[in-house]
């Protein structure tokens, strides 16, 4: 594996998951750049620069950045939707 190629793909990826949630917190719609993360995701790792532990460390690691909280702690559970669905009738 060549480290250069490997932290070039890293840095590139901070910088996505970054405009993601930074549009998410901005209440955008942030479609798009989730699909282009996805997809390159994909790439980076059929290519063997990182694994999917790598990216889902960086991935709470910017969102911690960004929101100021883990991504358990801001993402509520589908149990506690369904009861907020719930009593809102």
């Known amino acids: 594996m060549n480290m250069a190629q490997r932290d070039l793909a890293m840095l590139d990826?901070?910088?996505q998951f970054r405009d993601i949630f930074t549009i998410s917190r901005a209440g955008g719609d942030n479609q798009t750049e989730r699909m282009r993360?996805?997809?390159?995701?994909?790439?980076?790792?059929?290519?063997?620069l990182c694994t999917r532990d790598e990216v889902q460390q960086l991935m709470e690691r910017v969102h911690l950045?960004?929101?100021?909280?883990?991504?358990?702690?801001?993402?509520?559970s589908k149990q506690a939707l369904r009861q907020r669905a719930l009593q809102l009738g």
């Not at 950045?65 to 509520?76: H, K, L, T, Y």
């Open 37 to 48: 993360a996805q997809g390159f995701i994909h790439a980076i790792e059929l290519l063997q």
């Open 13 to 15: 990826l901070e910088r």
């Open 65 to 76: 950045q960004v929101f100021g909280c883990s991504i358990a702690e801001r993402v509520p």
